[in-house]
Every structure is written in C-alpha cells, then in structure tokens.
C-alpha cells in the first residue's frame, strides 16, 4: 500500500504540475540549485552535472532507495601508536552502535594526502544523524606532516592516542617484523649505534616511534591537549571496560560498553569480546596479535629503560598521566 500511495502522488505530482490552463503557457522550469559543499572541505568541486543529478540527502525517499546515511568526513581518529593496542580499541569502539569506523587503514595523511578529501570521505562508512565516523592510522602520531593535515581538514577533530611502555612497544614492533622477515639482525644490535660505549639508535622506527614527548609536542601546536585522550594499552589489558568508559565520555557517547561485553582469553593473554560487531559469536583479535616475543638481554632492556626515563617523565607532565613504566 506504501508503495502504491508513493507511485500515486509522485505520479500526481508530475502530472499536475505540467497542466496549464488553455491558451496560458506553463514558465520554465528553474534549474535545481547547486548542492552546497560539505563544512570542513573548502575547495573540492563538482560539475554542475554532478551536482544536479546528485540526490537529495535529505530527502526520505532517496534516503530509502539509495540506503541509509551519508558518508562523513571522520569526527574522531585513532592516530597511534604502533602496537600500542589501537586495533583493539577500534574493534571494542565498533561494539557501540553510534560508532561506525573504517576498518582497514586509509593512511590519508601520511600516504595518500594527495587524493584529496573527497577521494578519503569516500572511504568512509555511511552514518546518521547522531554517530560518529571514525577511522584509525597509528602512524599519524609519528608523521610531522599529520597534526596541520587533520587540523586543515576541521580544527575540531577529536584525536586518541593509545600508548605503551616504550620498552615493550619497540619489542612487540621488533616481533612482528621478525616473523615477516626471519634474517634480520638482532634487537640487540639494532638498539644501539655503538654497544660498547651505550648510544642508542634513536633512527630506528622501533626506538623512535617511543619517544612520545616528542612527537607529541608537534600535534600540539595544532591542537590542544584536551583534544586529546591518551589511552593506556596496559589498562586496555586489565581493565577494557574502565578505559573504554573513558574514551565513550570523550566522544560524547552514552556508556553502552561495559564488563559485560568482555571475557580474558588465557591463551592470547588479552580480552576479547563476547560479542562482535554484527555477529552473536565471540570475537579475538587475530593471530597477528599477541605473539610471543623473542628473550631479550635484560641490559640491553635495562638501557633502554634508562634510556626513556626522561622522555617518559616528561610526557606524564604534558599529559598530566602517570602510566607507571618506570
């Protein structure tokens, strides 16, 4: 009957408005107004043609034959780091059903600037009125170019930062390209510069990527720090519940994800959740995650420790968080 009642008023509709009194002659049709740019995009166009045969985001009709939502420009954005547990937080984040994310890595502002912002929203899920597009790329923290990108892009993106003990990140990141490539040199040789006299290889991504004072201190002159949450991958272990609570209060999202959503798999050695995003099954991050991690020798880790010391202290200050990896 709906469809029945549609088909006769749209009928209607043109028909009526093409009849004209005799002897009267009907006005031109007024072109169809340009569709206004999205905020936050200045300078993307489209053809007139593009524009004109574009339908009506508004419109409940186009909304229903051409599926729900419209496709965001991201309003938050995991940009690191590196093994720090930023898949995992994507994958809890993604339980919540006003969060909709991209799930593979778009790497827009660190490789594929260039596109352009309309070739990046086009990544991007569709959303409705009330949720948030997100989308997560831990190696914006470490590209210099990333903070004024995002900032251009809208000066009021929400940004999360999920960090680790240094020491322990540069092992894990250390593991993950040993099992892509079995011949590499030693972590121990690749730490330092010089053994024998104790200077650390700070160009080593595995090194670098720790020192997070550092990088931190060039999103900063683009965003303020309360633009930013600094997630704890520790506390993303021992408490998910407790550290999701506090990134759903920074994007002003209702605490939907709780305890309940997540169980401890003794075997991987992190939580999991009960249930995943559009599935009724139990869900764990992939064999990729949580492998175990080659012996050390522990004065090489000890250096390392002495090493972060001050990096680490001064990030507790700017972030006014004390993560405890000393």
């Not at 053809?47 to 186009?62: H, T, V």
């Not at 490539?181 to 670098?208: C, H, M, V, Y």
Request: aromatic share 12%; net charge positive; glycine share 8%.
């Amino acid at each position: 009957m709906l469809f029945l009642w549609l088909y006769m008023f749209y009928s209607c509709a043109g028909s009526c408005a093409g009849l004209t009194t005799r002897g009267s002659t009907a006005p031109p049709r007024a072109a169809p107004p340009l569709l206004p740019l999205l905020p936050g995009e200045p300078g993307e166009e489209s053809s007139l043609e593009e524009q004109r045969a574009a339908p009506d985001a508004g419109s409940p009709i186009s909304s229903f034959f051409n599926g729900s939502g419209t496709k965001r420009l991201p309003q938050a954005i995991i940009i690191g780091v590196k093994k720090g547990g930023t898949r995992a937080l994507l994958e809890f984040l993604r339980v919540h059903p006003d969060v909709r994310a991209v799930g593979a890595e778009p790497h827009f502002f660190d490789r594929n600037y260039e596109r352009g912002l309309a070739w990046y929203r086009d990544l991007m899920p569709r959303t409705l009125e009330g949720q948030i597009t997100m989308e997560k790329t831990p190696s914006y923290f470490v590209t210099k170019e990333a903070p004024a990108r995002i900032s251009s892009m809208s000066k009021g993106t929400k940004l999360i930062v999920v960090v680790r003990d240094p020491v322990t990140r540069a092992i894990s990141d250390y593991t993950q390209t040993l099992s892509k490539k079995p011949d590499i040199p030693t972590f121990e040789s690749l730490t330092f510069k010089n053994r024998t006299t104790g200077l650390i290889d700070t160009s080593w991504s595995a090194i670098q990527i720790g020192i997070y004072a550092k990088h931190l201190e060039n999103w900063l002159l683009y965003f303020p720090i309360g633009q930013i949450l600094f997630v704890s991958g520790e506390r993303m272990i021992s408490d998910p519940a407790g550290e999701l609570g506090r990134v759903q209060d920074f994007l002003g999202l209702k605490r939907i994800i709780t305890d309940k959503h997540f169980y401890f798999n003794k075997t991987k050695g992190f939580p999991c959740l009960k249930k995943a995003e559009g599935s009724s099954k139990p869900h764990c991050l992939g064999k990729t995650k949580g492998r175990t991690h080659p012996d050390i020798d522990q004065e090489v880790v000890q250096r390392l420790r002495d090493f972060y010391r001050p990096f680490n202290m001064k990030f507790y200050q700017m972030t006014g968080q004390d993560f405890g990896w000393d």
